[in-house]
């Protein structure tokens, strides 16, 4: 025999308690190799060091794509599939037999009753879908067609697997099946003492019961004694028979012309041969089912996980991965854990803003700032040529203090990829360009703001002058302008991406996963941040001084920060990007489905459910996307940058990012439960290409947070002061202080030395200097606190004593 199969038990002591571990070996003799599949899962069982454990491997989720996989031949006679009348059960999910379980549901469109002119296109239609069908029955199916109750033209395929084709697909798919119950004691949870509180925050018990724990083992067909088979029609749940019956539609062939055999539902639905392909919900979301042993799992979900008021609930991950699948519940699950870690960080970032907001009224810095014999008598040069005026510090009182809120293949294939990699390059630099578009429309609007803000005799804005800075409407204004752009690009590329990826034919469907996620996240990635970067780390930092300011494209002069720095205008941004994406997908999500299926019920006159079969109700519910939970993925990534890249700027983004995610959860929840068809089931065993992602992400975070604190904040200059230069021999002070550090940050300027380029067109009679934040780098070092390389007659150092 070329494979020995053998089964044993291994029993361990620990003092008086004997456990018992099932294993499965597979011994392949031909290879000389020994495969220790561990037919067992223990969620939570403290026994990992059992001492065979370290010599066995666990068995390893297959993907699809591995399998072996024999093709079958067109059928030589033509199959004809039974067609039926409704039997007017609407809850029904079986044939009208009502023995034999539905386990797919395919629609298509009658070609007799459809236009005469383009007959000839309809029939070829038919032909495919007839040798489809016939193919389907060949393969061990069992189909039943049932016309529609609304609509005359439209056919309900009903497609049952008999047991002996669940049995060898089972074996094929290399499904993993109970073998005998789980009799391990399981540690007890801590949390045990607190149940009375506990239990109210977990799904309802008499709703959602414990299930039973089984040792598993990829079934094999002969020995089908070995398997804890109690019933033939619940052995395989509802969501293996789907994942099996998807598996046979992708596979089954349709035509062949010379050498080329096509195959597959999805080109057929592409084609429009089928309108549509989905499994059943077991009923509706919100009524149980009224036929007798419906598991009404569907009406449990929408109960305890997606109905609002379920929303502080723990997820049943458990159902949720039995009725969907593994791949949704490894989602929820991970989006579970990452909300709770939110919880911490939300925490952190709540009392930092709280702690600065309560203290900005007793912050020397703002105190100074605002007081008008302090900040009230400091001029500052303008910010712009000839049409800006001087103006004073004290203008900027409402700034400093939200500042202080801040704390610390083959050759084909090669070509193939190497046009999607220049592709995907193009598009970002688009973005570039595009960013650069924002920066001459912010120089721009700085100028015209300027010009209007901090006029003297613009008396309609006086209670606006306050509070909104030349900066500060620049920056709303040009954040709104970015994000709609953001937006639009979001928008072209994601079919760019797609169309790429397609191209590009990757041989896998993890493979074209993978692919479409690093272009979607690398062009996201720029498109989202690239505008937060500019704004920490490269605004202001090369503006030059008032005699001899810098240039963008030699016409407009770079713009500056205020003298608060320029975190409020990264807080700005990160605000206006974070929220509206976050409201934007969530309109995305919920209200277009619901309107979509509104109006659907609507053209279809449906005046009731309760005469429409179940098929029938699922098919006027909107289909997922083929990319599934792609953009549920990238969501949540895309805000793990907002949340980690720049926390140290928007030390509230945590607290926004828990908040979302809360109703996120549910919100998933909902759609999928009420507004979409079921998923069809598929296997996963982590979250595949976003893991990576997210560890560069969190790597790139401790760089960019570093950065931030060392170039963009003025927290280490602060510091400098606070710690050497407010004492002496620096200062005059006897004590470590903050006072004198608004006048010792900020450099002189000679107003005779402007340029006539840059000369304002009105100077007050009584200044002769100006104060100005500078930014230069020489040669002999970096300037500290105004103490600069002086240009005769043009700059000098500041004095702690004042003007």
């Known amino acids: 025999m070329h494979v020995v199969t053998y089964a044993y038990k291994i029993f361990v002591w620990r003092g008086r308690e004997r456990e018992r571990a099932g294993i499965i070996m597979f011994v392949d003799t031909s290879y000389f190799s020994c495969m220790a599949h561990i037919a067992y899962l223990f969620p939570n069982s403290p ?45 029904s999910l079986f044939f009208n037999d009502g023995v034999r379980r539905i386990d797919f549901i395919l629609v298509y469109e009658d070609e007799d009753k459809k236009d005469f002119e383009k007959r000839h296109t309809f029939q070829r239609y038919k032909r495919r879908r007839e040798t489809f069908e016939a193919s389907l029955m060949k393969m061990g199916m069992e189909l039943e067609a049932t016309q529609s109750v609304t609509d005359e033209k439209l056919m309900f395929l009903k497609v049952h697997m008999p047991w002996d084709t669940l049995c060898t697909y089972a074996e094929v798919l290399h499904i993993k099946l109970p073998i005998q119950p789980n009799d391990l004691s399981s540690r007890p949870s801590p949390w045990r ?28 067909k002969k ?14 749940t509802a969501a293996m028979r789907s994942r099996m019956a998807y598996y046979i539609l992708s596979r089954a062939p349709y035509e062949i012309r010379g050498n080329i055999k096509k195959f597959g539902v999805t080109k057929l639905l592409d084609a429009g041969v089928y309108k549509a392909a989905y499994p059943l919900h077991d009923c509706r979301f919100n009524v149980k089912s009224q036929e007798e042993g419906c598991p009404n799992e569907r009406y449990l979900l929408y109960e305890e996980w997606a109905h609002p008021k379920s929303f502080y609930k ?12 593994e791949k949704v519940g490894i989602y929820f699950a991970w989006l579970g ?41 400091i001029v500052m040069c303008p910010q712009c040529d000839r049409e800006c005026k001087y103006w004073t510090l004290d203008s900027t009182c409402e700034a400093s203090k939200i500042k202080e809120n801040v704390p610390y293949t083959a050759c084909g294939r090669c070509v193939r990829v190497s046009i999607g990699i220049g ?41 606006l002058k306050e509070y909104v800075t030349p900066q500060m409407a620049t920056s709303v204004t040009a954040s709104l302008i970015s994000f709609v752009i953001i937006m639009i690009l979001n928008i072209l590329y994601e ?60 016409k407009y002069r770079n713009e500056e920060c205020d003298p608060g720095g320029c975190l409020i205008e990264l807080t700005t941004q990160l605000s206006i990007i974070m929220g509206g994406k976050a409201i934007l997908n969530n309109i995305q999500e919920v209200l277009l489905p619901w309107v979509k299926n509104l109006i659907f019920r609507y053209c279809t006159s449906a005046a009731s459910e309760k005469l429409i079969p179940r098929w029938e109700q699922d098919y006027q519910l909107q289909a997922l996307t083929k990319l599934g939970l792609f953009y549920e993925y990238l969501e949540m990534v895309i805000q793990f940058g907002f949340v980690t890249l720049f926390v140290a700027s928007f030390p509230l983004a945590p607290v926004l990012a828990l908040v979302n995610n809360i109703f996120e959860i549910r919100v998933d929840a909902w759609k999928i439960t009420t507004q979409f068809r079921r998923i069809v089931p598929e296997k996963a065993q982590d979250i595949g290409a976003w893991q990576p992602i997210l560890q560069g992400i969190a790597i790139l975070a401790v760089a960019t947070n570093a950065m931030i604190i060392a170039f963009t904040s003025d927290m ?21 202080t903050m006072q004198g550090y608004i006048n010792s940050s900020l450099s002189i300027f000679n107003i005779a030395d402007f340029s006539n380029n840059s000369k304002p067109m009105s100077t007050p009679y009584n200044i002769t200097t100006c104060r100005f934040i500078c930014m230069y780098f020489s040669s002999l070092g970096i300037e500290i606190f105004g103490i600069l390389p002086a240009t005769p007659g043009s700059i000098s150092t500041t004095s702690t004593t004042g003007m």
Not at 193 to 211: A, G, M, R, V
Not at 429 to 439: N, P
Request: proline share 5%; hydrophobic share 40%.
């Open 314 to 325: 723990m997820q049943p991950l458990n159902l949720i991965r039995k009725y969907y699948g």
């Open 716 to 736: 280490i200059p602060r510091l400098v002061y606070y710690w050497s230069f407010s004492v002496y021999p620096y200062g005059d002070h006897s004590n470590n």
């Open 193 to 220: 003492f607190f149940s009375c509180i506990t239990k109210h925050f977990y799904p309802n018990e008499e709703l959602i019961t414990k299930e039973a724990e089984f040792f598993t083992a990829p079934f094999e």
């Open 47 to 91: 026994h990992t060091d059992l001492p065979l454990f370290s010599l066995c491997s666990m068995y390893d989720t297959m993907e699809e794509e591995e399998y072996e996989f024999h093709s079958v031949d067109l059928p030589d006679e033509p199959y004809f599939c039974p067609q039926v009348e409704f039997n007017n059960k609407p809850d």
């Open 423 to 463: 592709t995907v390059l193009f598009w970002i630099l688009l973005i570039i360009a595009s960013i650069v578009a924002i920066i001459v429309y912010r120089l721009a609007a700085f100028f015209a703001f300027s010009t209007k803000l901090r006029s003297q005799d613009l008396k309609e804005l006086q209670t």
């Open 223 to 236: 020995r089908l004694e070995y398997f804890h088979v109690r019933d033939k029609d619940v052995f395989f």
């Open 495 to 554: 079919r760019v991406a797609i169309w790429i990826t397609d191209f590009e034919l990757p041989r896998t469907k993890t493979d074209y996963e993978n692919s479409l996620t690093m272009k979607m996240f690398l062009f996201q990635f720029v498109n989202y941040y690239s505008s937060c970067f500019y704004i920490a780390f490269a605004k202001g930092k090369a503006v030059g001084y008032p005699g001899d300011p810098a240039y963008l494209l030699g």
């Open 337 to 377: 854990f990452y909300t709770r870690m939110l919880a911490l960080a939300a925490v952190v970032g709540l009392c930092c803003f709280i702690y600065g907001y309560t203290t900005q009224e007793t912050s020397t810095w703002s105190k100074e700032v605002c007081d008008p014999e302090i900040g009230g008598k």
